[in-house]
């Protein structure tokens, strides 16, 4: 078993406030909280559909399309249309606030990772939905299991977990160039050091598999503080900086990895699960490409997280707080094993509740040999804190990133 480690209806804002402050006085139902500039927000169903607008960070929508579009199908009384709007990670931030500044919130529902999530902390741009709007959400300790609820904690109540699992890192390898890929950092460190620029790994701010494997190597390493990139990272920082001295360069993107990989530039890269299936199943990679663990295999978490921007209406918030009920479903978390996933952010479905063109999937593109095994293998442990992703970039820019090759 695993062990687990540490881990578009819109009214002026005004009228908003004036409304739920008369509606509470005379004890209305829902959980009011306080939204953009300190106005109170209660769910009200909308009297006419919506258009829900859906701002990705996250690379999201890709693979969970067809539950969005399930739920407008279903609810064609909440909701007119999906407006699907995607933003790079780090700009997500200055949209929603731009909205927010301008007094004209129109975005319903934002996506991102911990990347995505951390930002909004910071700024102070979600509404809190927990404890808040616990009611009008499920309960969360009977769909996320001990993983999922470590980094549903990591939210501090403006997000909810609707993708979640063990992400990597895992180290790709074209078996006709690599026999085997490297089982220990110290033999990775040797195998580029026999084969400059033939290993490489995403900047770790813009790449899954990058900051994957930027989190697993204090665990591997053993250095004396895996949470701390500031104070606790000496021998990670003394590592990559060495691995650095083989390094051609560090691609700013997964996709331009995965492109460089694919068409044998590079014979040695870490990646994550998704990544390794979505690789080969679009024809990024070769078919026979494989995937290899570590023999102190540290799995670090990851997570998609659905969050409503402050400023919203009573009728946004209401149809987002639908929309995350329905996402979390048994029957629609089963519907992601059709997109590469091998997980899901509900603990009570399994591949054997995936239809069957997701059964297709595991078979086809799934490793049924590797991947079930791997799973129940090494540590888990849940990403850095997003304050000390930050930190960890910044070092990381610093000490590796602008000394490539050198």
């Known amino acids: 078993m695993i062990r687990r480690g540490p881990g578009g209806g819109r009214i002026g804002l005004g009228l908003i406030a004036t409304a739920v402050l008369a509606l509470t006085a005379c004890g209305a139902p829902g959980a009011p909280t306080a939204g953009g ?17 859906m701002l990705d960070g996250a690379g999201n929508v890709t693979v969970n399309r067809a539950i969005y579009d399930g739920f407008a199908a279903a609810h064609p009384e909440l909701v007119s249309s999906i407006n699907y709007q995607s933003a790079p990670a780090p700009d997500v931030a200055g949209k929603v606030r731009a909205q927010q500044l301008a007094g004209a919130v129109d975005i319903t529902v934002v996506v991102g990772g911990t990347d995505v999530m951390g930002a909004a902390q ?29 980094l549903q904690k990591m939210a501090n109540g403006i997000g909810v977990v609707n993708r979640y699992g063990p992400a990597g ?21 040797d195998w580029a ?19 994957t494997f930027l989190m697993s190597l204090p665990y591997m390493l053993g250095d004396s503080d895996p949470s701390d990139p500031e104070n606790g990272w000496d021998k990670t920082w003394a590592y990559l900086r060495e691995l650095g001295k083989y390094v051609e360069s560090y691609p700013p993107s ?11 530039q590079l014979q040695l890269i870490p990646t994550i699960l998704s990544m390794d299936i979505a690789s080969r199943r679009d024809g990024t990679w070769a078919p026979t490409s494989q995937v290899g663990l570590f023999d102190n295999q540290n799995w670090i978490t990851d997570a998609h997280f659905m969050m409503v921007p402050k400023g919203v209406s009573g ?25 590469g996933a091998l997980t899901t952010a509900n603990k009570n479905v399994t591949p054997a509740d ?34 000390n992703q930050v930190k960890a970039f910044e070092i990381w820019q610093r000490e590796v990133g602008s000394h490539v090759g050198s």
């Open 169 to 189: 890192p895992l180290l790709a390898h074209h078996p006709d160039e690599v026999a085997a890929a490297p089982t220990t950092p110290e033999a990775l460190l």
């Open 354 to 387: 995936a239809p069957p063109e997701g059964q297709a999937l595991l078979q086809q593109w799934g490793r049924p040999d590797f991947y079930p095994q791997a799973l129940t293998t090494g540590v888990t442990h849940t990403p850095l804190t997003p304050e």
């Open 315 to 339: 009728e946004q918030l209401y149809v987002a707080l639908e929309l995350m009920k329905w996402t979390l479903q048994p029957d629609q978390q089963a519907l992601t094993y059709a997109t």
């Open 254 to 264: 997964s996709t331009i990895m995965n492109q460089q990989f694919g068409s044998g």
């Open 193 to 211: 050091r026999q084969h400059p620029g033939k290993f490489t790994y995403a900047q770790p701010p813009n790449s899954g598999p990058g900051r």
């Open 37 to 53: 500039d300190g106005e109170a927000v209660t769910p009200v169903k909308p009297s006419s559909p919506i258009v829900l607008t």
């Open 122 to 150: 910071t700024e102070d741009l979600m509404l809190p939905l927990l404890p808040n709007y616990a009611s009008n959400l499920p309960d969360l300790s009977q769909v996320q299991d001990e993983s999922g609820a470590a």
